[in-house]
């Protein structure tokens, strides 16, 4: 199993129920969406460009994403370069609009997350490990291919590691239950 296939399984263990992940598919990209906002307005000028704290970010994701699997990186730098400039442009907007936009965004994403969480009946995955808030915005996009009927070698091996992590989570959980 690859590295990206045990991070996808990890995270899909706590995102089993269907309508849990349609929740994160419109959840993760509003948060995503949100951090680009808030960072696109930190930034420096270089040569006439300005390089933003939200390019950094997005370079060391990207980077990190095409060192577990380079489809996906390279998916997920192209979603980044198209919105990145609406990002950017948001951040242009008084400081106001700016941050009402940028932290309203990011609620209601959040808010959406945790809607799709009360159905799954599990925490969120980043609760046991702060990897899960870099692998989610890969999970929706992984999901999204496997929709789209490609890479299902990946979505299965995904899903059964998944499946036996979820039933010793659901174990432990059982386990801690009796014990008290």
């Known amino acids: 199993m690859t590295k990206l296939e045990q991070l996808l399984s990890q995270y899909a263990a706590y995102h089993l129920d269907h309508k849990n992940i349609l929740t994160h598919f419109v959840g ?3 948060i995503v969406f949100s951090i680009m906002c808030l960072t696109a307005r930190a930034g420096v000028m270089v040569s006439g460009f300005e390089l933003t704290l ?3 970010i997005i370079a060391m ?3 990190y994403y095409i060192s577990l699997d380079k489809i996906f ?25 700016w941050l009402s936009a940028s932290i309203g965004i990011f609620v209601v994403g959040w808010a959406i997350q945790f809607i799709g969480h009360f159905y799954e009946k599990k925490k969120p995955a980043f609760f046991d490990d702060v990897i899960g808030l870099a692998i989610g915005p890969l999970f929706v996009l992984a999901e999204m291919v496997f929709m789209l009927g490609f890479r299902k070698d990946i979505e299965q091996r995904m899903l059964e590691e998944a499946r036996k992590q979820r039933a010793l989570m659901d174990a432990k959980q059982a386990q801690h239950v009796s014990a008290h």
């Open 73 to 97: 990186g390279l998916l997920m730098l192209l979603i980044f370069a198209v919105s990145y400039p609406l990002a950017y442009l948001i951040a242009q907007w008084s400081m106001a609009a």
């Open 61 to 63: 994701t990207v980077i």
């Open 28 to 30: 993760i990209p509003l």
């Open 54 to 56: 939200a390019l950094l």
